[in-house]
């Protein structure tokens, strides 16, 4: 089956609930995202709220808060909000990885896998029942004379030692307290929390859960999404491999790569479309597929999105393409289209309309950078 990418660009801004919008919960966008960064806790709420029909402020920390979605270290390292059984799978098989094994992560952060062990069976014990502050949970672990010497490294605001931790199932986030984080346990912050199954268990889960979105796709991108190519290269594909007749291989202008099949002849149908969308800073719509994507952002434009700090700018996406970036400024929308190209005017006064809704704030006029 040969795909253009107009097709497929088309196909992916309906899965992704960007065009058309939903009416459906919070929970089933993040699900459907297979879950929505939240290193800013904004990002995620803007991502979650431009994909809604009619926005409503705070509806992801609502949800965080009530159990229904968890937040934890998954993928890339990064903070996600995440639907509890998907967060279960996606932590199993980047755990599967024990990137805290290898010598490099050892040298960069100081502590042994070991040591590692010790701590995922402290926290697990510490947290038991219990919501904590960082200091609390730091204070708590380091008043262990085998783990007094890793004090200064769990307190260090990149969590790179509780990240293990955290895709073994042995924390999460829990509600914050004014400006500090918690944490606890996901089987404390999930009511039916069943832990973490076995890799090959999760695989599919996973991979089938990122194809709904973000197909089609390689195992390599898959991987990329997932671990930053943490895990062996022939695990992935043998994983991809066992899903079998589920998968279907499609040509994407010369690039091979895998649909669901249940989503082939959908996509195949598929009609490119004329469309234009704001949407925020680390938003899913591109960091799925990666910035290093060449067909979805140009090459010459990367670090115009991929900025310094691993910061992603919020981006202009016209036909499914990124085609600029956008700030507010002094209550302005301020537009900066790639190659110079003129905003598209047509459709970018109700995107702009859009954005001020689900950002609870007034747009006083649209301008080019």
């Given at each position: 089956?040969?795909?253009?990418?107009?097709?497929?660009?088309?196909?992916?801004?309906?899965?992704?609930?960007?065009?058309?919008?939903?009416?459906?919960?919070?929970?089933?966008?993040?699900?459907?995202?297979?879950?929505?960064?939240?290193?800013?806790?904004?990002s995620?709420?803007?991502?979650?709220?431009?994909?809604?029909?009619?926005?409503?402020?705070?509806?992801?920390?609502?949800?965080?808060?009530?159990?229904?979605?968890?937040?934890?270290?998954?993928?890339?390292?990064?903070?996600?909000?995440?639907?509890?059984?998907?967060?279960?799978?996606?932590?199993?098989?980047?755990?599967?990885?024990?990137?805290?094994?290898?010598?490099?992560?050892?040298?960069?952060?100081?502590?042994?896998?070991?040591?590692?062990?010790?701590?995922?069976?402290?926290?697990?014990?510490?947290?038991?029942?219990?919501?904590?502050?960082?200091?609390e949970l730091v204070e708590a672990l380091v008043a262990d004379p085998a783990l007094h010497r890793l004090g200064e490294e769990l307190r260090s605001g990149w969590g790179a030692l509780l990240k293990p931790l955290a895709w073994q199932g042995a924390l999460c986030h829990g509600p914050a307290q004014g400006n500090r984080i918690t944490f606890t346990t996901p089987a404390h912050q999930v009511s039916g929390w069943r832990g973490l199954p076995e890799p090959d268990a999760a695989a599919p889960i996973a991979i089938t859960g990122y194809l709904r979105a973000y197909g089609p796709a390689t195992p390599e991108s898959f991987d990329a999404w997932l671990s930053r190519n943490s895990l062996r290269k022939t695990i992935v594909r043998k994983w991809f491999a066992e899903l079998g007749d589920a998968l279907t291989e499609v040509e994407v202008a010369g690039r091979r790569a895998y649909v669901l099949t249940e989503h082939a002849d959908e996509l195949?149908?598929?009609?490119?479309v004329a469309s234009v969308h704001l949407l925020g800073a680390f938003d899913q719509y591109v960091l799925g597929p990666g910035t290093s994507d060449s067909e979805l952002l140009p090459a010459e434009h990367r670090s115009k999105v991929s900025r310094?700090?691993?910061?992603?700018?919020?981006?202009?996406?016209?036909?499914?393409?990124?085609?600029?970036?956008?700030?507010?400024?002094?209550?302005?929308?301020?537009?900066?289209?790639?190659?110079?190209?003129?905003?598209?005017?047509?459709?970018?006064?109700t995107a702009a309309d859009h954005l001020a809704v689900a950002l609870g704030q007034d747009i006083a006029s649209v301008r080019a950078q």
């Open positions: 089956m040969q795909l253009t990418w107009d097709q497929v660009f088309a196909w992916r801004l309906g899965r992704q609930f960007v065009a058309p919008r939903t009416d459906a919960g919070v929970p089933e966008i993040v699900d459907r995202l297979c879950g929505v960064q939240a290193q800013v806790t904004s995620a709420e803007l991502a979650v709220a431009l994909r809604r029909g009619k926005p409503e402020p705070d509806a992801v920390v609502r949800e965080l808060n009530s159990g229904t979605l968890i937040k934890t270290w998954a993928m890339r390292g990064t903070l996600h909000a995440l639907a509890p059984d998907f967060a279960a799978a996606a932590l199993a098989v980047i755990a599967s990885a024990r990137t805290w094994e290898k010598p490099v992560w050892q040298r960069n952060f100081g502590a042994s896998p070991a040591e590692v062990a010790a701590l995922v069976e402290s926290v697990s014990n510490i947290l038991d029942g219990a919501v904590l502050t960082r200091d195949a149908a598929t009609q490119p310094a700090a691993g910061w992603i700018s919020p981006i202009v996406v016209v036909g499914g393409r990124i085609a600029g970036t956008w700030e507010i400024v002094d209550g302005d929308l301020v537009v900066a289209m790639f190659d110079g190209a003129a905003p598209p005017k047509k459709h970018l006064a």
